[in-house]
């Protein structure tokens, strides 16, 4: 079946970028998403790319997506303490409307 | 629009007794998953609807996990009996369709623990 990788953990400092990275299997994704969760809360929808894309940039967001090598970063610019938060990785197939989420990374913003 | 609504917030039971989590999905959306997160295992799709119909169930555990939508307002997954492997974070999820993309709106979780 499909499989989504990350790296569990990523400490920076604050005002620095962060990049989170996540790979996947599926070679018919036809999205990819990050979504962020807070603590003790539910996931929330960051910021989406479509397959034939390359990159997408929202605000402090850069999403970057190598599709030959089936690689997807998420770039924080001037990451804040707010930041703090598990991301997934998550990305839909082709067939069928569910998502296979990685298995998350723990980002840690210090001061 | 409160979003997707979860009851309860805390759950602590015994093992064997049953356990009934409560999903409200938000108005309009025609899809529905459950989710369940936890330490070792990360999070995983257990089932979903489409249109109040099971779609893809490959991920219940076993037996002693059901799922039903009796209309598109509202969800349970029920486990029965429960045990202590079964403590987890459960999610409830929404979407609707637009075209091929898909953004799913997660409830708070409700968290269980089998003692």
């Known amino acids: 079946g499909e499989d989504v990788e990350q790296s569990l953990f990523l400490s920076v400092r604050e005002g620095d970028s962060s990049v989170i990275n996540c790979t996947y299997t599926?070679?018919?994704?036809?999205?990819l998403y990050w979504y962020k969760q807070e603590p003790g809360a539910g996931l929330q929808l960051l910021t989406y790319?479509?397959?034939?894309?390359d990159m997408k940039q929202d605000q402090r967001l850069t999403v970057l997506l190598n599709k030959k090598d089936k690689h997807l970063s998420l770039r924080i610019a001037d990451t804040q303490t707010g930041d703090s938060a598990i991301y997934f990785c998550?990305?839909?197939?082709?067939?069928?409307?569910?998502?296979?989420f990685g298995t998350g990374t723990q980002l840690k913003v210090e001061l | 629009d409160a979003g997707v609504i979860q009851s309860p917030r805390h759950e602590v039971t015994e093992m064997g007794q049953e356990v009934t989590l409560r999903c409200k999905p938000i108005?309009?959306?025609?899809?529905l998953f459950w989710y369940r997160q936890t330490m070792m295992r990360g999070l995983e799709l257990l089932i979903y609807?489409?249109?109040?119909?099971?779609?893809?169930d490959s991920g219940m555990p076993e037996d002693r996990f059901s799922a039903k939508m009796p209309n598109a307002s509202f969800s349970t997954l029920k486990i029965q009996p429960s045990e202590p492997r079964d403590s987890a974070v459960y999610f409830c999820?929404?979407?609707?369709?637009?075209?091929?993309?898909?953004?799913?709106?997660f409830g708070p979780g409700t968290r269980l623990t089998v003692l």
């Open positions: 999820a929404s979407s609707w369709w637009k075209g091929n993309h898909n953004e799913q709106f």
């Open positions: 609807f489409n249109n109040n119909v099971p779609i893809d």
């Open positions: 998550a990305e839909k197939g082709g067939g069928g409307n569910k998502l296979t």
């Open positions: 790319i479509f397959s034939n894309m």
């Open positions: 108005s309009g959306h025609d899809y």
């Open positions: 599926d070679s018919s994704s036809t999205y």
